[in-house]
């Protein structure tokens, strides 16, 4: 039965192909906000990925009418590879994935339980195939929210994608995606692009090992927990908060390309894994911090300077023929007597120049504490570079 109702799935998935290069979810004219008008039961075929979710994880399919929605469909993930089918009516349909998953980062399967969602404007009597992952996930609500407004479903998705992919900048940069969310694999499936599928599992396996080294600290840290944050993140138009950042930056720094594939290929047996290290490669320059980090008093000026990527320390009079203004970032700056930088003395952003100068007596006397990092024209953020100094 099992091998039936696989053969069935691939079929479907063939037919869906067959129709030519056009996005996998048609849209579908009629019904409230565009969102479908009624008719008979079709196909919906998927995949959930956090890493595949595993054998007999749930799969729901609420259709979504107004500020209401019903259950119209259930299912269960078939095999550990996260596919599965339904038959469901058309219209604006939510797909709610919920169950265990593969680990792509550590080869394991998950302790706990999480649930992942796309929104899928489904064609009456047309199959469909959509995917569900995280990138789904924070875009639902979005989404959800712009077709309530009015937005058409085209419009609503993307407006909620934009979104995401603006919140994730501050880790990724602005990576380029042709296509939607919930058209992204981890492997290369047919009809699906390769470097939309690479960002996908990037994404995914950042989460992941940033979930894995947190919990290392804080053992009640979840990837769920990451997820909600996330996407409160995105409901309030927040960018992602320092600690979170600092934890996703620092992951990337973990992720081994090789072994993010030959895990999958362990489990997605004969399919092509997408080249995520390709957005590895691209991430990570942009996060390493500026270099060179000094700074030193200045008692002829009655000041204290900082210095930073270059190769003369402040100390060095050489230094002044090495300030340049920056070109694609500038600089934030913060200066505080607090090691955590709670109540910043100098907090500065889109400064341009490596050097920076303040009067010596703004600062007191004691320890204080500078920091400096990055800000890429892409909206990137570099980790921060950071060091103390003494003020007498």
Not at 275 to 288: A, F, K, S, Y
Not at 321 to 341: E, H, P, S
């Amino acid at each position: 039965m099992k091998n039936t109702t696989k053969f069935i799935f691939f079929l479907l998935v063939a037919l869906l192909l067959s129709c030519g290069g056009e996005s996998f979810l048609a849209s579908n004219d009629g019904g409230i906000s565009g969102t479908g008008n009624g008719g008979s039961k079709s196909s919906l075929a998927g995949s959930a990925y956090k890493g595949p979710f595993i054998q007999d994880s749930e799969v729901n399919v609420l259709k979504i009418e107004g500020d209401s929605s019903s259950l119209i469909a259930s299912s269960q993930v078939q095999a550990n590879l996260g596919d599965f089918l339904l038959e469901v009516e058309p219209g604006l349909l939510s797909v709610a994935t919920s169950g265990r998953y593969y680990d792509e980062t550590e080869a394991t399967y998950s302790e706990e339980s999480i649930t992942l969602k796309a929104l899928v404007n489904k064609d009456p009597e047309q199959p469909a195939l959509v995917f569900v992952n995280v990138l789904t996930l924070l875009s639902h609500d979005e989404a959800v929210k712009g077709i309530d407004l009015g937005n058409s479903y085209e419009q609503a998705t993307q407006d909620a994608q934009s979104k995401v992919k603006t919140l994730l900048a501050a880790v990724t940069g602005d990576i380029p995606t042709s296509q939607p969310f919930t058209n992204m694999n981890i492997s290369n499936r047919p009809g699906t692009t390769a470097e939309d599928n690479a960002y996908a599992l990037y994404v995914s396996a950042l989460f992941s090992e940033a979930v894995n080294e947190r919990r290392l600290e804080e053992p009640q840290y979840s990837m769920a927990t990451l997820l909600n944050t996330l996407r409160t993140d995105i409901g309030n138009g927040d960018p992602i908060d320092e600690t979170t950042l600092r934890s996703l930056q620092e992951a990337n720094g973990r992720l081994d390309a090789a072994s993010i594939q030959q895990n999958l290929e362990s489990v997605l047996i004969g399919q092509t894994i997408a080249p995520v290290g390709d957005v590895i490669d691209t991430v990570t320059p942009g996060l390493e911090p500026p270099s060179n980090l000094t700074t030193s008093h200045n008692p002829t000026a009655a000041s204290q300077q900082f210095c930073f990527d270059m190769t003369a320390e402040c100390t060095n009079p050489e230094h002044k023929v090495q300030i340049v203004t920056a070109t694609g970032l500038t600089y934030d700056l913060q200066i505080d007597d607090n090691a955590d930088f709670s109540s910043p003395i100098v907090n500065l952003s889109g400064w341009r120049r490596n050097y920076y100068e303040i009067e010596h007596s703004s600062l007191g006397s004691g320890t204080r504490y500078f920091r400096v990092r990055k800000h890429h024209d892409d909206s990137q953020l570099s980790l921060w570079s950071e060091t103390d100094f003494e003020v007498p």
